[in-house]
């Protein structure tokens, strides 16, 4: 048994509560916001209650993002910032976690300006090493684990809304893209127990949580004593069937035929597939080691269409890979524009250090042509947006209210099964609630709607 930091002894059997205060920001994606909440769930245990005010915490953390190289100066900036509050507090702690704690282990604590670095697979240890540290005597554990899924822990849901929650369902990632970090910041993929991922979707729906995204870098492989991704997707329907239920993300060169009809099976499964195509020429693909051709991923997109007609489909793509031709890049274009997609995400390729790609390619695309390039991919997905937004004009969608629309609370908001963004007028309905709406006006990112 752990000492219990967050009590000290006091005469006799009296125990005194020193309850200290703990702010974490999250940067990167929506695995490292269930991580963040792993982690106030591990130190709540500790006498560690969370803030939201970073000046009255006495340790400010940051769980950081490696996937980009902007991802990591914003960071940087943030970690100047961080010590500003050190004068009025000399006492406070300062840490690093996740992916950028991972990949730059002691540099981050040669710069005398943190106090504690914990990798993702670290976090059990966090208790220890807040104790260990002391002025002059920073601490650290980057271990990578082959078993750490965290299955046990109970979150602390950290978003606002109640309404949606997210559930790792594995960790790590062994495709090694030959772009990406991932498999160096969270190492090698595991799968978590399926009993505990059915437990923790219960409790969130005990909880009030009306729909749950399971999550995972390649869901596809997930796998836990002969239960696959499909199976588990459908143990969490079956379990709960007022709460909708979504993942992300798939690879398409593993996204199944027993997935897509899994998904149009349920009725609670949302039709929502992101699917990241990072680019639609094939000699890029094969050097980017994503192992599907543009054909194969055609291929897999009309499956989910002859499966299911409205299936939302989002994706990611990567502009200036190293020596994509302006050819190449019209490729991806043309990959968007024959695909439809209903939203997208796409990035100016960003070298990260020790990639099989930084190792062996230039990264020699100047800067002002991958930036033409994605500003032309953007304008392109922004025509589709609002071409596929207006294609569901004067339909009826189910929405499930996630709180007032940031632009004019007296609006409420929430998703359709698809995935996409509705506000309508509504004095009426609370978050939580499903209700009916019907569209008429859209914009590239919203469908403006009123109650059905
Ligand atoms: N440069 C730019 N974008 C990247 N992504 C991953 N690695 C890089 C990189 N080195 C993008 C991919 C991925 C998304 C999460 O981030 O499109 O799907
Ligand atoms: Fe960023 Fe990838 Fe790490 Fe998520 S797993 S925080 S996207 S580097």
């Known amino acids: 048994m752990p000492p219990l930091q967050g009590l000290a002894k006091q005469d006799g059997n009296q125990y005194l509560c020193i309850v200290k205060k703990l702010y974490i920001e999250t940067y990167g994606c929506q695995m490292n916001v269930n991580d963040t909440e792993v ?20 340790v400010i953390m940051a769980n950081t993002c490696s996937i980009r190289d902007n991802a990591e100066q914003r960071i940087w900036g943030r970690v100047d910032y961080f010590n500003t509050f050190r004068k009025a507090k000399p006492e406070l702690r300062i840490g690093i976690l996740g992916c950028m704690a991972e990949r730059l282990k002691d540099a981050l604590l040669d710069t005398g300006k943190v106090d504690i670095v914990a990798g993702p697979d670290a976090y059990r240890c966090l208790p ?3 104790a260990a540290v002391s002025e002059g005597h920073p601490q650290m554990n980057v271990e990578l684990s082959r078993e750490e899924t965290y299955g046990d822990i109970s979150p602390v849901r950290i978003d606002r809304n109640g309404v949606s929650a997210f559930i790792s369902i594995m960790r790590g990632c062994n495709n090694v893209c030959s772009y990406c ?33 399971l999550l995972g870098q390649n869901v596809d492989s997930y796998e836990f004593e002969g239960v696959n991704f499909a199976k588990l997707l459908a143990m969490v329907a079956e379990a709960l069937p007022g709460v909708r ?30 699917l990241p195509v990072q680019s639609g020429n094939n000699r890029i693909l094969e050097k980017m080691r994503r192992r599907y051709t543009r054909e194969w991923y055609f291929e897999r997109v009309a499956k989910i269409r002859s499966v299911m007609p409205d299936c939302g489909i989002s994706t990611d793509a990567i502009v200036g890979f190293c020596s994509e031709t302006e050819e190449e890049f019209r490729d991806t274009l043309s990959i968007f524009e024959e695909v439809g997609y209903d939203s997208a995400y796409m990035f100016n390729y960003s070298e990260r250090p ?31 947006s609002l071409e596929s937004n207006r294609r569901d004009l ?20 929430g998703r359709t099964g698809s995935g996409k963004m509705c506000v309508w007028r509504d004095a009426v309905h609370k978050p939580g609630d499903f209700v009916q709406v019907k569209v008429l006006d859209c914009t590239s990112a919203t469908l403006l709607c009123e109650l059905a």
């Open 181 to 213: 970090v991932v498999p160096y910041t969270r190492g090698a993929e595991r799968s978590r127990d399926y009993h505990t991922i059915v437990r923790e979707a219960c409790e969130c729906a005990g909880n009030g949580y009306r729909e749950i995204t």
């Open 39 to 58: 982690v106030f769930a591990i130190l709540a245990k500790y006498g560690y209650s969370r803030t939201e005010d970073i000046a009255e915490a006495d």
């Open 128 to 130: 220890d090493l807040l």
């Open 245 to 274: 239920i979504r993942y992300s993300t798939s690879h398409p060169k593993d996204i199944s035929d027993e997935l897509i009809e899994t998904m149009a099976a349920w009725p609670n499964i949302c039709h929502q597939i992101h």
């Open 394 to 413: 004067g339909g009826v969608f189910e929405v499930l209210v996630e709180g007032p629309s940031k632009k004019d609370p007296a609006d409420l908001c």
């Open 354 to 384: 020790g990639t099989l790609a930084a190792r062996n390619y230039p990264d020699d695309i100047p800067i002002e042509v991958k930036t033409r390039r994605l500003n032309e991919l953007i304008a392109l997905q922004n025509r589709l």
